[in-house]
């Protein structure tokens, strides 16, 4: 059972928006998929109940007698969204876990740099080098001296950059309707479903 976990310490990069179409993907290509919020906010379960009933259903977690979460029976896939400001023992716990972890980032010198030592500290506590940790720039636009210098940091990395998502009203039109990329007539999000390819790739273990 793939888990992935979409992480930054920063806040406001699109975490909820990234984990929610990652569960939309794979919901679509037929898999149990468990959208799992361990962010205060719980920015994607309010999503999830917004979604309609006859998509391709996206499960929450199962909360026992114990009060302890779990992803529930016959589940396949998991998506982990996760809160800002995440260190130390929160990480250790999200990377015991962790298959998958993808990154956010925006195209800010505030987001860039806690963002590098974000990347080592995830490094240094990866439990197997089967863990795959990749970086995709989001709200990214075109033409800026911001997007300019995030394409010289992501070339710096030595982990994947899976590309750049731009920045559109797609993703808040969606998400107020519970919908992903993955929902809708592909004509309607062509730009956008075209820069998802090498994402949607890399969570199939093709890139």
């Known amino acids: ?39 205060r906010q719980q920015s994607s379960q309010l999503w999830r109940q917004l979604r309609p009933a006859h998509l391709a259903p996206i499960a929450a977690w199962d909360i026992d007698q114990d009060e302890i979460a779990k ?19 929160k990480v250790d716990a999200v990377m015991k876990l962790a298959d998958l972890v993808l990154i956010p980032l925006q195209a800010s010198v505030f987001d860039i740099y806690p963002t590098r030592e974000f990347i080592a500290d995830l490094a240094a506590r990866k439990r197997s080098d089967k863990v795959r940790i990749a970086v995709v720039g989001n709200r990214i636009k075109d033409h800026t ?9 992501l070339a710096t990395l030595d982990v994947p950059v899976l590309g750049l998502l731009r920045d559109t ?30 994402i949607t790739q890399w969570l199939d273990g093709k890139g």
């Open 1 to 39: 059972m793939p888990v992935i976990v979409v992480a930054n310490p920063k806040g406001g990069v699109g975490k909820s928006t990234l984990s929610s179409n990652v569960a939309g993907y794979w919901a679509n290509q037929g898999h149990a998929v468990m959208l799992g919020d361990i962010d």
């Open 71 to 89: 992803p529930p029976k016959g589940t396949t896939h998991v998506v982990l969204d996760t809160p800002a400001g995440m260190h130390g023992k």
């Open 145 to 153: 001296k911001a997007t300019e210098h995030l394409r010289e940091f």
């Open 169 to 198: 009203q797609n993703y808040a039109h969606l998400a107020a309707h519970g919908l992903t990329l993955f929902d809708v007539a592909p004509a309607k999000v062509e730009k956008d479903l075209a820069q998802w390819a090498p």
